[in-house]
T-cell receptor, first 116, second 111 residues
Framework: GAVVSQHPSRVICKSGTSVKIECRSL??????MFWYRQFPKQSLMLMAT?????????EQGVEKDKFLINHASLTLSTLTVTSAHPEDSSFYIC????????????FGPGTRLLVL | QKEVEQDPGPLSVPEGAIVSLNCTYS??????FMWYRQYSRKGPELLMY????GNKEDGRFTAQVDKSSKYISLFIRDSQPSDSATYLC???????????FGTGTRLTIIP
C-alpha cells in the first residue's frame, strides 16, 4: 500500500517551454501533497505544500508564478514549470500523506527535468 | 551553519561489513528523527523513525539518537550489495513541521 506515482519520469524540453508533472496517490486519498526539488549531491528542498481544493503554500524563495501547483483532487497534484530555463533542470519529487502531517509522507519516484 | 549536516560520502565498504551513517543537527527543538533510503533515480523510502534518545532496531538496521550531542546514526549489519543507495536523515519537531533533510550519504557495498 501507500504508493505514489509520478509522470513523466524524465522530460527534456527547450528553454522557454512549460512542463507539467503529475503526482498521484494510487491507493489512498492524500489530504496533503508536497513538492520537492533535489539538485545533485544536495538535500531535498521543499518547494511547496498543497492541500486539495486550496492554494498551495510556497516556501521562501520559490516563485509561485513560475512553479504552478494544482491539487484538484485527493489523488492528484500537478506541478507546472512555466517558461523553463536550464537552471530549472533538477530532480522533482512529490510526496503525499493521508493525514495532514509532514511525518507520514510517501514519496513518488521523481521526475528528472532537463531544460536545454 | 546548516540545520542538518551529513557527510555526502561516497562511502564504500565490503559486503558483510557494518556500516555507520551519521548526521548532526543544530536545533534542539528537533524531536523526531527519520532515515530514508533512496536508490538511484528513485524517490526516498522510509527506513526507520524514532523520537527518543537511544536505539531502535529493525532487522539489520539500528537507528541511534543522542539528543545531548545532537547526533543521530544508522547502523547496517551484515551489509548486502542491495543496500547500495543514498541514505538521507530527516528531522522534524513534535509540532509536526516540515522535514529538514540531510544531503544524503551515498553508500556502495562491494561484493
Amino acid at each position: 500500500g501507500a504508493v505514489v506515482s509520478q509522470h513523466p519520469s524524465r522530460v527534456i524540453c527547450k528553454s522557454g517551454t512549460s512542463v507539467k508533472i503529475e503526482c498521484r496517490s494510487l491507493d489512498f486519498q492524500a489530504t496533503t501533497m508536497f513538492w520537492y526539488r533535489q539538485f545533485p549531491k544536495q538535500s531535498l528542498m521543499l518547494m511547496a505544500t498543497s492541500n486539495e481544493g486550496s492554494k498551495a503554500t510556497y516556501e521562501q524563495g520559490v516563485e509561485k508564478d513560475k512553479f504552478l501547483i494544482n491539487h484538484a483532487s485527493l489523488t492528484l497534484s500537478t506541478l507546472t514549470v512555466t517558461s523553463a530555463h536550464p537552471e530549472d533542470s533538477s530532480f522533482y519529487i512529490c510526496s503525499a500523506t493521508p493525514t495532514s502531517g509532514y511525518r507520514d509522507q510517501y514519496f513518488g519516484p521523481g521526475t528528472r527535468l532537463l531544460v536545454l | 551553519q546548516k540545520e542538518v549536516e551529513q557527510d555526502p560520502g561516497p562511502l564504500s565498504v565490503p559486503e558483510g561489513a557494518i556500516v555507520s551513517l551519521n548526521c548532526t543537527y543544530s536545533n534542539s527543538a528537533f524531536q523526531y528523527f527519520m532515515w530514508y533510503r533512496q536508490y538511484s533515480r528513485k524517490g526516498p523510502e522510509l527506513l526507520m523513525y524514532t523520537y527518543s534518545s537511544g536505539n531502535k532496531e529493525d532487522g539489520r538496521f539500528t537507528a541511534q539518537v543522542d539528543k545531548s550531542s545532537k547526533y543521530i546514526s544508522l547502523f547496517i549489519r551484515d551489509s548486502q550489495p542491495s543496500d547500495s543507495a543514498t541514505y538521507l536523515c530527516a528531522i522534524t519537531n513534535f509540532g509536526n513541521e516540515k522535514l529538514t533533510f540531510g544531503t544524503g550519504t551515498r553508500l556502495t557495498i562491494i561484493p
